[in-house]
């Protein structure tokens, strides 16, 4: 079983457009994350969301829209897609807030291409 | 702030070559200290990590050292194989409870046979 999936895995799609990439935990995790991995593969934690509540929101524009329905899912809606959203986006998960030492469990990665 | 350098890649070694990734990081207090590994194609995994000063992380023969006085968390193999080629990354979690990891860039390592 998968622990951590999203969907889908490739996204291809024209500037201005609006998208949503998925992700599911299975884990019984309570805190999920979105991170952002450039194309010189650095990776920057978008949001945080623990028990539902998001808890971290970095400096992203406003057109990221993190959606928590119930803990063990996470999606990321984009409005007004630019070509500097492409990028690899990661979807992970932990067990606990308040544990600085706990493991994230990352899911594959879906790659965003703004044409 | 909390930041996370290591060493720039591209590494490439033979198999059965000793390896070295050098990690330093800024933060203040006790942060906790990870290795992550993203092999070709996946998502990151959990290499290892160590959570206070001098606390040995260790798997598949891998091995970093939290050191507290020279700020550094090196990643180190006696001997590669070809199936450990990826790219690593260092990583720490700030102490006080935030589960915010912060990134180095990334070493991207080959291991030719």
């Known amino acids: 079983d998968t622990a951590v999936s999203q969907t889908p895995k490739y996204l291809v799609t024209q500037m201005g457009n609006d998208k949503s990439i998925k992700c599911e935990q299975n884990?019984?995790?309570?805190?999920m994350y979105w991170y952002k991995q450039d194309s010189k593969k650095f990776l920057k934690i978008m949001f945080s969301?623990?028990?539902?509540?998001?808890?971290i929101n970095e400096t992203v524009p406003n057109r990221f829209s993190p959606k928590s329905p119930d803990k063990a899912h996470l999606n990321l809606h984009i409005n007004s897609l630019e070509l500097g959203d492409s990028a690899v986006y990661f979807c992970?998960?932990?067990?606990?807030?308040?544990?600085?030492?706990?493991?994230?469990?990352f899911g594959p990665g879906t790659r965003l291409t703004v044409l | 702030g909390n930041s996370v350098t290591q060493m720039e890649g591209p590494v490439t070694l033979s198999e059965e070559a000793f390896l070295t990734i050098n990690c330093t990081y800024t933060?203040?207090?006790?942060?906790?200290l990870f290795w992550y590994v993203q092999y070709p194609g996946e998502g990151l995994q959990l290499l290892l990590k160590?959570?206070?000063?001098?606390d040995k992380g260790s798997n598949k023969g891998f091995e970093a050292t939290y050191r507290k006085e020279t700020t550094s968390f090196h990643l180190e193999k006696g001997s590669v194989q070809v199936s450990d080629s990826a790219v690593y990354f260092c990583?720490?979690?700030?102490?006080?409870?935030?589960?915010?990891?912060?990134f180095g860039k990334g070493t991207k390592l080959t291991v030719n046979p």
């Open positions: 990583a720490l979690s700030p102490q006080g409870g935030s589960e915010k990891l912060v």
């Open positions: 884990l019984g995790h309570d805190t």
């Open positions: 933060a203040t207090g006790y942060p906790s």
């Open positions: 992970a998960s932990s067990r606990a807030s308040g544990g600085s030492s706990d493991t994230q469990y």
């Open positions: 160590a959570t206070k000063a001098d």
């Open positions: 969301y623990n028990n539902k509540e998001l808890i």
